[in-house]
């Protein structure tokens, strides 16, 4: 099975690719079956530089745009889009770092209360703690110890206090 020549014919596309196109150089097409004919004639995609890029076709943010010219009224419709799009772009910065400093200033405020309220409880604890060790004191100096029975409880007052 004899494989028949080709000769390729490259041209380059705008975009930095390559179209390479196939012809069979058979005497008569019916010598070749249907598919392979038919997939001679497809063109095939090469980057018109191999070495550049590996093969891959570049994003489109990387690819080059015809520029408009700068007296063109599509030129200066798209930098007034672009100019109003920075301005509000710069806008929102701006009330975004407000917002946050004034969230800083609220917490700044708030962590103030909560430490002068940590020093007032921290000062009513204090007091307390000193009224309850007094009075614990004044009770066991008032309390006699029990007479007669070992391991029990002090006997309960005699005189009760509720109310009669």
């Given at each position: 099975?004899?494989?028949?020549?080709?000769?390729?014919?490259?041209?380059?596309?705008?975009?930095?690719?390559?179209?390479?196109?196939s012809?069979?150089?058979?005497?008569?097409?019916?010598?070749?079956?249907?598919?392979?004919?038919?997939l001679?004639?497809?063109?095939?995609?090469?980057?018109?530089?191999?070495?550049?890029?590996?093969g891959?076709?570049?994003?489109?943010?990387?690819?080059?745009?015809?520029?408009a010219?700068?007296?063109?009224?599509?030129?200066?419709?798209?930098?007034?889009?672009?100019?109003?799009?920075?301005?509000?772009?710069?806008?929102?910065?701006?009330?975004?770092?407000?917002?946050?400093?004034?969230?800083?200033?609220?917490?700044?405020?708030?962590?103030?209360?909560?430490?002068?309220?940590?020093?007032?409880?921290?000062?009513?604890?204090?007091?307390?703690?000193?009224?309850?060790?007094e009075?614990?004191?004044?009770?066991?100096?008032?309390v006699?110890?029990?007479?007669?029975?070992?391991?029990?409880?002090?006997?309960?007052?005699?005189?009760?206090?509720?109310?009669?």
């Amino acid at each position: 099975m004899s494989r028949p020549s080709q000769a390729k014919l490259t041209t380059a596309d705008h975009n930095g690719v390559s179209v390479i196109q196939s012809q069979a150089h058979a005497t008569s097409p019916s010598s070749l079956p249907a598919g392979v004919a038919g997939l001679q004639q497809v063109p095939q995609l090469v980057p018109a530089n191999p070495s550049a890029g590996g093969g891959k076709a570049l994003p489109p943010s990387k690819m080059k745009k015809p520029h408009a010219d700068k007296d063109s009224e599509e030129y200066r419709q798209r930098r007034e889009r672009n100019n109003l799009a920075v301005k509000k772009s710069r806008m929102r910065s701006k009330q975004k770092a407000m917002d946050t400093q004034q969230r800083v200033n609220e917490l700044k405020e708030e962590n103030e209360r909560l430490e002068a309220k940590i020093k007032l409880l921290s000062k009513e604890l204090s007091v307390l703690k000193d009224l309850f060790l007094e009075h614990a004191h004044n009770l066991a100096d008032n309390v006699q110890p029990p007479t007669g029975t070992e391991g029990s409880s002090p006997a309960p007052n005699s005189t009760s206090t509720n109310g009669q």
